[in-house]
Every structure is written in structure tokens, then in C-alpha cells.
């Protein structure tokens, strides 16, 4: 009985010890695995920090490298502004040396065959150059591009040709011109110190100044008024003509300052004035481009009282009124050379409000817009036209 009992008190406390040897077992093989597994991530970890090290010493080097690159473009590019300038300097001083400027003499006599041949054409039916019939339906657009020097003034393009440059005349008297590359610097200088600069042999008087085929037409005032033809290739005088009018009186009622305001359109060159012979109403000639002569004259109903400025389209011109405090302009008298419109038939155009008058309104036919100066604002308008016939 005894042995039983013995054999059977072995074999009950033989299976936990077995057990705890198969547990001892399974944990020493999961320490040995995560110490495996924690050697691989110390390695890893070391390879990691190994190639940051490297990769932030390469990022140092270049930073480094990108600093002294700075410093060398930095110093290039004030070494460049300070060409730049020494050149600008000398292009205005080269531009500002105009040749000797012509004697501009006023012969009497050709003076007088010039009146007595205007006279005989005067308020003869103008025989038009081309079929342009078109007249202002309404004002589509205005663009305000700045505000620029004083608060009389002038600025276009050369509707002629592809030529981009922007002309300005600052003032109501003056001897220089400034010249822009495109509306884009225009639009963005804020001074003239950019812009190319043409010292005119002779001052201008008004604002009634054009740029027409590569050649600017501008008045001079010496006793009696000529108009100047200038080559802005060869910055010389190429033509002048003492103006066949007697005593002549401010176009513009609200522009004292403009005797003579010359026009282009799709016909060519017009020239807008007044007399004290018809003190009352504005006249208006069709002029040579080539050699200044006065083709045709007319005495036009449009009265200079109250007007501000003048334009020509397709032959016939529109006058823009104002009040004398400044209120909105409006087209209120136009007068059709032709004769296929008459004054009454013209549609009464306003432009929008704006700050003042205009000193001046160059119309582009190339564009269909008008170039205008209102106290100081450089002013796009852009016009709908329509057909004469559907008035």
C-alpha cells in the first residue's frame, strides 16, 4: 500500500514542475527574441543618426554655399544699378543735346498767298479721303490710368504705324517731352526719372499738340502762332508753318491756354482755332501732314463758350462742354465737314464724372479711343460707334 501511495504522491508533483519548465522555456525564447529585435533597432537607429549627421552637414555646406552666392549676386546687381544709372544719366544728357535748331523765319508773303488760298476754300463741302462714316454712339468704357504732373496737360500715342511709346506733355508750357516705351511703364513709374526725355529746339505753348507718323506736330507761340513739324527719328525740325489766321482768340472757352488744337482722324490732320473775326464760334482747317499747308477752312456752328476741348472722327468734329465749376462733360455740338450729319442729328454724348475738365482729348483712330487729361488723371475712354446713316 505503501509504494502505491508513493508512486502516485511522485507523479501529482511531477506535472507542475514539468509545466514550470516549459513556461521557463517559452519565456527565454521571447527575451532572446526581443533583445534581437532590440539590437536590430539599435543598429537601425545608429544608421539613421549616421546619415542625418551627414545629410545635415551637406544641407550646412550648402546653406554656406547659397550665402556666399547671395553675397556675390548682391554685390553684382548694386555693381549693375550703378552702371544703369551712369547710363541713364548719360542717354538723358544725350538726348537733351539737340542739334542746332533752323531758323524759323516767317516769309510775309507766303504767309499772305497761304491766307488768300484758305479763304477761297473756305466752307467749301469737304470731298472725303475715305469711307470711314462712322460717329460716337456712346462712351463704352473709361479707363483711369494715374495721376501725373501738373493739372494741365497732354498725352498720346502715334496712331500711325506699331510704334508702342507714350508721349506726354506736362504742363501748359514747356520745352521738353516725355517719352514712355509702352503704357506698361507708363502705367507703373511714378516719376519721370524712367522716362526718355526730348528737349524740343523751340518751347510749346498749350495742350494742343499731336503725334502723327513718327513726327510730332506742336505749337510755338513767337508773336504769331506756327505750328512746328518735329522728326522724332532725327530730333530735328523738319517743317514749320506761321498759321494763315488772324488774330486768333482761345479755342476753348474753359482753356485759355489753347489757341491752336491739333487733330488726327481717319482723314489725317486737322487743326482747331478761333478768331476775333468770328469770336464766337470755333473754326476748323484740314492740314497737309507733309507740308503744313491749310487744305480747306470752315466757320462752324459750335460755339467756344463753355467748351473744354475738341476732337475729330471720320471728318467731323466733336466739342465737349462743360461749366465752369467743373461739373460732367458732354458732347453738345458736332459739325460734319462732309455734311452727311447734321448738328441736329448728333446723338448728345456724356462722359462718366470724373474730377475736373479736360485740358485736353486726343483721339486714336487707330484705336477708337481718346487719350485725355482731366486735372491731373490720365483717362482712357474707349467709344461705340455706330454708322452715320442709322442716326
Not at 500711325?160 to 511703364?185: A, C, H, L
Not at 502723327?212 to 522728326?231: A, C, D, E, N, P
Not at 476753348?252 to 468770328?278: C, H, K, M, P, Q
Request: charged share 25%; aromatic share 10%; hydrophobic share 35%.
Amino acid at each position: 500500500m505503501a509504494p502505491r501511495l508513493s508512486l502516485l504522491l511522485a507523479l501529482l508533483l511531477a506535472g507542475p514542475i514539468i509545466a514550470q519548465q516549459q513556461f521557463m522555456e517559452y519565456m527565454e525564447r521571447r527575451l532572446a527574441s526581443l533583445e534581437e529585435r532590440i539590437s536590430q533597432w539599435h543598429d537601425q537607429n545608429s544608421r539613421y543618426s549616421t546619415e542625418l549627421r551627414e545629410f545635415k552637414n551637406q544641407v550646412i555646406t550648402m546653406l554656406e554655399n547659397m550665402e556666399k552666392e547671395r553675397d556675390r549676386l548682391r554685390t553684382e546687381m548694386e555693381n549693375t544699378a550703378v552702371r544703369v544709372d551712369r547710363l541713364e544719366r548719360e542717354v538723358d544728357y544725350l538726348e537733351t543735346q539737340n542739334p542746332a535748331p533752323p531758323c524759323v523765319e516767317v516769309d510775309e508773303k507766303l504767309m499772305e498767298n497761304q491766307v488768300s488760298t484758305a479763304k477761297k476754300r473756305k466752307n467749301e463741302k469737304y470731298d472725303k479721303l475715305t469711307d470711314c462714316s462712322d460717329t460716337i454712339s456712346q462712351v463704352k468704357a473709361m479707363k483711369i490710368l494715374k495721376k501725373f504732373g501738373s493739372s494741365a496737360g497732354m498725352w498720346t500715342k502715334d496712331p500711325v504705324g506699331s510704334s508702342e511709346k507714350i508721349y506726354v506733355f506736362d504742363g501748359t508750357s514747356n520745352d521738353t517731352v516725355y517719352v514712355f516705351p509702352r503704357m506698361r511703364e507708363f502705367t507703373l513709374f511714378s516719376a519721370t526719372r524712367k522716362a526718355a526725355r526730348i528737349k524740343l529746339p523751340y518751347p510749346w505753348v498749350g495742350t494742343g499738340h499731336l503725334v502723327y507718323g513718327g513726327h510730332l506736330y506742336y505749337i510755338r507761340q513767337q508773336g504769331t502762332f506756327q505750328v512746328i513739324k518735329f522728326s522724332l527719328a532725327n530730333k530735328t525740325i523738319v517743317d514749320s508753318s506761321v498759321f494763315p489766321a488772324e488774330e486768333q482768340v482761345p479755342v476753348f472757352g474753359l482753356s485759355a491756354f489753347n489757341y491752336i488744337d491739333v487733330a488726327a482722324d481717319e482723314e489725317g490732320l486737322w487743326a482747331i482755332y478761333a478768331t476775333r473775326e468770328n469770336e464766337k464760334n470755333i473754326c476748323l482747317a484740314k492740314l497737309d501732314p507733309v507740308s503744313l499747308d491749310i487744305e480747306q477752312m470752315w466757320d462752324t456752328p459750335c460755339p467756344r463758350e463753355n467748351a473744354e476741348s475738341a476732337f475729330v472722327i471720320c471728318g467731323a468734329l466733336y466739342v465737349v462742354y462743360n461749366t465752369k465749376l467743373p461739373s460732367r462733360s458732354r458732347v453738345q455740338c458736332v459739325f460734319d465737314v462732309s455734311g452727311t450729319m447734321t448738328p441736329e442729328d448728333a446723338a448728345l454724348v456724356y462722359f462718366p464724372k470724373r474730377y475736373g475738365s479736360h485740358s485736353s482729348m486726343k483721339y486714336n483712330p487707330k484705336e477708337r479711343q481718346i487719350y485725355a487729361w482731366d486735372d491731373g488723371y490720365q483717362i482712357i475712354y474707349k467709344m461705340e460707334m455706330k454708322k452715320k446713316l442709322e442716326i
